[in-house]
Each structure stands twice: as C-alpha cells, then as structure tokens.
C-alpha cells in the first residue's frame, strides 16, 4: 500500500490502497512534537497502513483517519 | 541551382534481390542508379535532386558484420560525396532499422553529411537511433510506403539545401530530445482558457503536455494472517545509509538501492539520510523514520502485530525519476520481494 502526502497524485498513477502522510519533508512525522509524541503519531500511519493492507477493496481507497 | 545529390540505402528485399535467403547479401554499391523505393523518392524530388548512387545491403551481412559493413558503406558515400545521405523506410523490420539508424548516424558522424532515415516507432533502431539522427516516423508496414517518402523526401531536401529543420510535430520525425525556444503567438492563459472552453463543451482539443500513461491494476486480496506475515519496506523518499554508497542521485535517478537492515532497530542521524534533492531533507537527514518508519515496524514486530519486517528495503529517489525507469525498478524489485517471500508492502512518498 502507499503512503504520501498529495494523495491525488497516489490516485493518479493508480495506487489501490492509500494512506495520507503528514507532511512532504516528513510523511511519518512532525518536528514540532516531542518524540515520543512524533513516534506515537508515526505508530497511528502505520497501523492505519496494516489496517489498508488488511482490508478486501474493490477500487482505489483512501484509508483516512 | 545545381540538383542536390542523393545517395540511398537500402536492403535486400526493398532491391527486389531477394527475401530471408539474401539477408546475407554484402554490401554492393550501385552508381547512377535508382532502386526499389529510390523510385518513389525521384519522382517526389521532381528536378531538385537526384540520387546519384544506391547502396543495397542484407540486413544480416550488414548486422553480422557491423564493422566492416559500416567501413565498406561509409567508403562508398565518401566517394560519391552526396549532399545527403537516405536510409530505409525500414517500416519495422528490424534489422534493418538497426542498419539504417546505424549507417545513417555514421555517415553523418563521420562524414559530416546530412542523413534522413525513416521507420516505425516501435522498431528496435528507432530508441537507438532517433536522437541520433533525423528519423521519420513510418507505418508498421510497406503499405506506408507513400506517406513515408512524402515526408522524408522534403526533409531530405531541406538538410541537402541546409535550410533549417522544422519542429518534430512540423516535419513528422520522432522526437529527438532537441528543444527551440520560441514565443507563441497567444499568451498562456489565452490558451489554456480555449484548451478549457473546448473541453467543456465536448470539443476536440490538442493538450500542449502529454501525459504519460498510468496503467490500472486490480487491488491484491487483503492479507489474511497480519501477525505471520512478512512485510516489506520501500520508499521513493530516497532514504539511503550515512554517505549514500551506491550514490542514488538527487534527481532523475538512475537506480534504486537495496539495504540490508537486520539488527537495525531504529535509524539515527548517524547512519541514514535521504539522497532526495525535490524536498527539504533536514527532518529526514535528522531522523530517517520519518520517511521509513523501521523503529515503529521494529516495535510491531517485537509485539507480534506483524510476523516479520523483511530484512531487506528498496529505496529509490521520485524526484524527476522517468515513469519508464521506476517502472523497471518495481518490476526487478517486486519480483526479488516475491522470490523472499514478501506478502505485503508498504510504499512511503514524500
């Protein structure tokens, strides 16, 4: 499955199962938090990822929160 | 004005010598004569040019002995000095697009002479060729015989005048990778509110940028068993180890890596940073797991929420990388993820 940022550029080129990211310079993470707290947020897009990867789809599908 | 001199390549089938049984006919120079399709092209010169020589070759005595073929070719056009040199059209056989692309850019290469050639797209000599040397796009087959030689014959001209040569989409050659500047008549945005009108109202339009074609694929079955499954990382984020090894490029790249990340819990700065030259890579460069997050995964892993984290990630940088590149990188590295027996992927952009 793909994780980034600008999804509609995830659908274009045709990914199936997509997970929005934070942000360009750090998809699974946010400088401005603590790290344990940027850590937690990195577990939760991934998770969210295992769930996509878990899930029967019939199309493109954006998993968002 | 004095008529332009032509010489004219071409094999043994369009010399009417024979089919496959002569392909390994050796190169045999004709003065004063016109050919075969060297017909087709006299008659659209009129009296601006003449071919004053053809050159016949079998496509497998000229591809089997590429180096004196091209010597024995090159020594013959040498002596007649034409203004300039045609092959083909080759349509899309293939050894004989190789041929003409081949002896076309020699001649010009190393006798400074103009050449034209002509074939089909998809023929195996145009990639090789058509930056190379000025090559017209044909038909798949000799049935495209008229509207070749109706646009290699002017080309041929104007090089053989040495008048200058127009746009790609003007003169009907591949695209050779050559860019001119020029101003259009309407601004931008003139253009673009009229490409908009017409597509709203139905209309025809000619796009100004074509986009490349993003092909569909059906969405695997969902992974059964999460916590006896091996997953996989890749990224486009262009993650490598401290001093980037295999030196991915920051743009365009040329490569992807594959890294070894056994024992690997958590990388630091110390030890990763991105190679990535499209995004500000001061967060990734101070914590790599933001673009590949292994020190979650790890964690998953520990708990059993996953079976495993594959040993092994591909990394490779998106920025300005050609669509036909990471392609062929997905393609070498999906088929190593399906021989370890990967079950899923995770793919990070940035």
């Known amino acids: 499955m793909h994780i980034c940022t600008v999804t509609p550029i995830s659908m274009t080129v045709g990914a199936n199962r997509i997970v929005p990211a934070i942000a360009i310079p750090h998809p699974l993470g946010n400088p401005a938090l603590k790290k344990d707290e940027e850590k937690a947020l990195r577990r939760k897009i991934v998770m969210k990822a295992l769930e996509a990867l878990t899930t029967e789809v019939d199309g493109q599908t954006i998993f968002e929160d | 004005m004095a008529k332009i001199k032509v010489v004219h390549y071409i094999n043994q089938f369009f010399a009417q010598i024979g089919g496959e049984e002569k392909a390994d006919y050796p190169a045999e120079l004709r003065v004063g004569e016109t050919v075969g399709p060297g017909l087709a092209f006299a008659a659209n010169f009129k009296d601006e040019a003449e071919i004053i020589a053809t050159i016949v ?16 070719i090159l020594a013959m056009v040498k002596e007649q000095k034409p203004d300039v040199f045609i092959a ?67 080309l041929a001209l104007k090089l053989g005048k040495g008048e200058p040569v127009g746009a790609s989409a003007e003169e009907g050659y591949m695209p050779n990778g ?70 991915i490029e920051s743009s365009s790249a040329s490569h992807y890596g594959e890294y070894d990340i056994t024992g690997v819990t958590d990388l ?44 092994l990630f591909y990394t490779t940088v998106g920025n300005g990388t050609a669509v036909a590149s990471a392609k062929a990188f997905a393609a070498e590295i999906g088929r190593k993820l399906k021989a370890d027996g990967v079950d899923a992927v995770i793919l990070t952009s940035t």
């Open chain 2, 57 to 72: 070759c079998g496509d497998s005595y000229f591809n089997e002995n590429l180096e004196k073929a091209k010597a024995d």
């Open chain 2, 88 to 154: 083909g059209p080759a349509f899309n056989a293939g050894r004989y697009g190789v041929a003409c692309g081949t002896i076309a850019a020699a001649v010009q290469e190393e006798l400074g002479i103009p050449a034209v050639t002509g074939m089909y797209v998809e023929n195996p000599g145009a990639d090789m060729f058509k930056n190379h040397v000025y090559m017209i796009a044909t038909k798949n087959n000799a049935a495209g015989m008229r509207g070749a030689v109706a646009k290699m014959a002017p």
């Open chain 2, 178 to 247: 050559i860019r001119v500047n020029f101003f259009e008549k309407k601004r931008g945005s003139a253009r673009a509110v009229d490409m908009l009108l017409k597509k709203l109202a139905g209309k025809p339009f000619e796009t100004e940028y074509p986009m490349p074609n993003f092909d569909r694929v059906a969405p695997n079955p969902a992974v059964k068993d999460l916590a006896h499954a091996k997953i996989a990382l890749v990224t486009s984020g262009g993650i490598v180890p401290k001093g980037n090894p295999d030196h």
């Open chain 2, 268 to 311: 630091t700065e110390d030890t990763y940073e991105t190679a990535h030259g499209g995004y500000d890579p001061v967060y990734a460069n101070q914590d790599a797991d933001r673009v590949l997050p292994i020190d979650v995964l790890r964690d998953m892993e520990k708990e059993g929420v996953i079976g495993e984290l594959h040993h």
